[in-house]
């Protein structure tokens, strides 16, 4: 890729979260509940990514704080159950917020950074979501998420 950046540093405002390929979520929450006193902010369902997925974090959460986001598969299909199976539990993506998600995937595009969609797909709280490919990101599943207005 060429480094020489010629994207406002504004496009990209935080790091949002990091993911954790768990087999059973309600476990990794008692665990996240009892070791830290953290809280499960925001649950919900994907179906499109095979996930049951929970934010967990501090109960007096700030929004540009970065969270834990906990994910369970639904089924065996599911790249989560793919990455179970491979893996194991753990890390298994960490996400960087954007502004701009359009600017940011035709600024990586230009670079030669392959994304995995060719448009952004629904995530966590209907958020555009995309995902630069482990191969070009040093080794990291690196999802990007334009979170919906308010
Ligand atoms: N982190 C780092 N590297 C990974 C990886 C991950 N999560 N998943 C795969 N890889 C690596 C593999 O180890 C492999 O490397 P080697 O060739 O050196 O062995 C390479 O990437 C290709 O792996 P693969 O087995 O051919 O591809 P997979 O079938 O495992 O798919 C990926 C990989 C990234 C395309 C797939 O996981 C994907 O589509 N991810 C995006 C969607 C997603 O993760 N959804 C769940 C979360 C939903 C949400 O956050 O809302």
Redesign the pocket.
């Known amino acids: 890729m060429n480094h020489a950046m010629d994207i406002p540093h504004e496009y990209v405002t935080c790091l949002d979260h990091v ?1 954790i390929a768990v087999p059973d979520l309600d476990s990794a929450l008692d665990f996240y509940r009892s070791a830290f006193g953290w809280v499960n902010l925001h649950q919900e369902t ?1 179906e499109e ?3 049951v ?1 929970a934010m967990v974090g501090p109960a007096d959460h700030v929004p540009t704080a970065g969270v834990i ?1 906990l ?1 369970a598969p639904l089924n065996e299909s ?3 159950a ?2 179970l199976e ?2 194991g539990p753990g ?3 960490m ?1 960087l917020r954007t502004n701009n998600m359009d600017a940011l995937c035709k600024h990586l595009r230009d670079n030669g950074v392959r994304l ?1 969609y060719p448009e952004p797909k629904r ?2 709280g209907g958020a555009r ?1 995309n ?1 630069v ?3 070009d990101a040093g ?3 690196l ?1 990007l998420t334009e979170p919906t207005s308010g």
């Open positions: 993911g994907n990514q095979g996930v997925e986001q994910l599911s790249t989560i793919k990455f491979k893996k890390l298994q993506q996400c995995l995530g966590t979501i995902f490919h482990p191969k080794g990291v599943l999802e």
